[in-house]
């Protein structure tokens, strides 16, 4: 059977390409501590204040929190990326599943906890969705990294340890807020892409385009649209102590920006 020249290189270009999949994928650091800022954005005293923070929660109460601050994601995903990082990292104790990871990637302006399996019923996905949206968020907007982090990591440590809790009425109330927000935005999408979706096919009318053309870029439109529309998610991975303690973890955690 005779291949085409073309089919070969076809061939041969997808190979390559699947082999240097693996090579684009960002590095996960080294675990150095209970903070890992390679994105330098804390100061050293805020990097000791939550370091001895997150140490008293360990040896008050047991679970295990680390923080990495990354300059960007390189293309790669939060949540495959967050996965990666304990996998190597193997946070948590192996009889309590008790680690957590807060991560943060500052090009993409990207945040998102990890949450053992064993913590799953005590810091759960709506409230690692609110330290995110209510805590984190507004003092990253203002700039306020160091003051973002602590306050983040002292409201998990609190809820893991249980020695404080986020009331319902205060997470009712930013879920109502949350879902308004994404209505608004949605709202807003769609009245834009009908905008553009009319106005092309206006002007191709005008100018003798196809009327299928229009209706490419709408659909086009409305699929970015979708995309962009995600909301908190859900990642898994396995893990275990700073030393190797192979607690595992069930998909636990929430992600959001800033």
């Not at 209970?34 to 990097?47: F, K, M, P, Y």
């Not at 106005?199 to 979708?226: D, E, Q, T, V, Y």
Request: a neutral charge.
């Amino acid at each position: 059977m005779k291949i085409r020249k073309g089919t070969v290189t076809v061939l041969i270009s997808l190979f390559l390409l699947l082999f240097s999949l693996p090579l684009l994928s960002l590095e996960v650091p080294p675990l150095t501590g209970r903070v890992n800022d390679q994105a330098g954005i804390l100061s050293a005293r805020a990097e000791e204040e939550i370091s001895a923070y997150l140490e008293a929660v360990e040896k008050q109460a047991g679970p295990q929190i680390a923080v990495l601050t990354l300059p960007g994601l390189e293309g790669e995903s939060l949540e495959a990326y967050s996965i990666r990082v304990t996998d190597q990292w193997k946070l948590g104790n192996a009889d309590r599943d008790d680690g957590v990871l807060l991560l943060v990637a500052m090009k993409e302006k990207k945040i998102r906890i990890e949450t053992g399996y064993g913590l799953e019923g005590s810091l759960t996905d709506i409230k690692s969705g609110f330290i995110i949206r209510e805590i984190i968020q507004p003092r990253f907007r203002a700039g306020d990294f160091d003051g973002g982090i602590l306050k983040a990591v002292q409201a998990i440590g609190g809820i893991v340890s249980g020695e404080a809790d986020i009331s319902p009425q205060a997470l009712a109330a930013s879920q109502r807020e949350q879902s308004r927000s994404e209505e608004g935005a949605a709202f807003n999408f769609f009245a834009f892409a009908v905008i553009i979706f009319l106005s092309m096919i206006f002007r191709r009318r005008r100018m003798g385009g196809s009327f299928g053309s229009a209706l490419f870029w709408g659909a086009l439109l409305g699929s970015a649209g979708s995309r962009g529309r995600s909301g908190y998610s859900r990642g898994g991975f396995g893990g275990g102590g700073f030393s190797g303690g192979g607690g595992g973890f069930g998909g636990g955690g929430a992600s959001g920006g800033w």
